[in-house]
């Protein structure tokens, strides 16, 4: 089978809007841009004939390894501004190692569900709230010492390999809350999206090792034709969102976020109650 037939021009289209358009929000965000892949390549998926509840494991699993290249080539670009906090990645990434490889692996095909979607959606519906209020985080807050961050980041990348996500959607918050000023809370949350994307993308591969291919193309859960065609297109405009992103002041961030935020907890919130 040629390349033609594993991606005919409409899809390709297709998938180089989504590229382009997750790997702007990756560098503005830092957010991996999961939560946009996840619903769209769903539907791509479906229309493909793949049966439901297959269709969202690979959009999940296809979004969580594109994230690897997208967040690469953003955490260059916040590199370069002098943004990210690599003690802090260095003091989480172990245990979103663990995390992560613990939902791709296992969690996966057995706790995603309405429970979960609903704490989610509530979760980040409060951190959105929390920083559209602006309420400054007490004074004296700081991040926890090794064994804090480490379990911050098993709870991190365990939700993102659930979900799909590069984890800025928990990671962001949680150091802002912590007093890390939100340019390298956005900077440092892209460097943690590597490692996120390598565990959960390990444990997809894991989980699905002797899974029947739904798609020409496909292993397992990852479908490698749409894989190639979205990192392509995101990891040319991750720098574009990460230089947009620190020309804006921490005031219109901060609003961005919490609006991206909302949507993200609406869209939860709804797969909550529709079951």
């Not at 590229?19 to 991996?32: D, E, H, Q």
């Not at 929390?130 to 365990?158: E, V, Y």
Request: proline content about 5%.
């Amino acid at each position: 089978m040629n390349w033609l037939e594993l991606l005919p021009p409409a899809l390709i289209a297709e998938l180089l809007v989504l590229g382009v358009c997750a790997g702007f929000l990756a560098g503005l965000f830092g957010i991996g841009g999961g939560m946009l892949l996840v619903p769209f390549m769903t539907l791509i998926l479906s229309h493909r004939e793949v049966e439901a509840s297959m269709a969202v494991k690979m959009a999940i699993a296809t979004s969580m390894a594109t994230i690897l290249f997208t967040s690469l080539s953003s955490v260059r670009a916040h590199h370069a501004h002098g943004a990210v906090r690599w003690a802090l990645v260095r003091g989480i990434a172990p245990g979103i190692l663990v995390g992560g490889l613990l939902a791709g692996a296992g969690a996966f095909s057995l706790l995603k569900g309405q429970a979960l979607a609903l704490v989610f959606g509530l979760f980040v519906s409060f951190s959105a709230t929390q920083m559209l209020r602006g309420k400054k985080p007490a004074p004296h807050r700081q991040m926890p010492g090794w064994a804090g961050q480490s379990a911050a980041g098993t709870g991190i990348g365990f939700l993102s390999g659930l979900v799909g996500a590069g984890g800025g959607f928990v990671s962001v918050p949680f150091m802002t809350w912590c007093n890390v000023p939100i340019h390298n809370a956005v900077a440092t949350s892209a460097a943690l999206g590597v490692p996120v994307a390598i565990a959960s993308t390990l444990g997809y591969v894991i989980g699905g090792w002797n899974m029947p291919s739904a798609l020409p193309g496909a292993v397992g859960y990852l479908y490698l034709p749409a894989l190639v065609v979205i990192a392509v297109a995101s990891v040319t405009m991750a720098p574009l969102g990460a230089r947009a992103a620190h020309a804006m002041n921490v005031a219109q961030l901060k609003r961005a976020f919490a609006v991206l935020l909302y949507g993200l907890a609406i869209y939860m919130l709804f797969k909550a109650f529709s079951g």
